[in-house]
């Protein structure tokens, strides 16, 4: 028997996979409130001259990103697109200015591989977090 072969319970993942998707969207209002005040002329501490200073209306498009990325992950749908993109976005963060660093951010940015190697509902398939209730889905 592989290990692919053995059918997990997928009521522990999606209660792991909604608390990142609500912590993503918790992470992206604080990031964008930071990011508009740098904008705005507060200090700034850029990681690299090469890279151009956030702008209030990159900031905005940041938050409307992350919202929705983490909307997606933790409602289930798309969730391997959801979790790159939340990803791509945490690195742009982490390199626009040295102040957006946390720890949790950190965290939820390496962790990136395992909500994106397997998307339990293929093809935008959509599974409500009631589905968790109902008794989830196995994960193969």
């Known amino acids: 028997m592989r290990l692919t072969d053995i059918q997990a319970d997928g009521r522990p993942i999606a209660v792991a996979r909604i608390g990142l998707g609500i912590a993503t969207v918790f992470n992206a209002a604080e990031m964008s ?10 200090l700034a501490m850029p990681v690299h001259t ?13 938050l409307l990103l992350a919202v929705l990325a ?19 976005l945490n690195v742009l963060v982490f390199l626009w200015d040295q102040q957006t660093y946390s720890s949790h951010r950190f965290l ?12 339990p509902m293929p093809h935008g398939q959509f599974r409500g977090t009631g589905a968790l209730f ?5 994960c193969s």
């Open 70 to 88: 983490g909307i997606a992950l933790t409602i289930g749908w798309r969730t391997a697109s959801a979790a790159v993109v939340s990803t791509l």
């Open 134 to 138: 109902r008794g989830g889905h196995s």
């Open 108 to 119: 939820a940015t390496s962790s990136w591989r395992i909500w994106s190697s397997h998307d």
């Open 33 to 42: 409130t930071l990011l508009t005040e740098i904008a705005g002329g507060k």
């Open 50 to 62: 090469l890279i151009p200073p956030p702008t209030v209306p990159a900031a905005s498009a940041y």
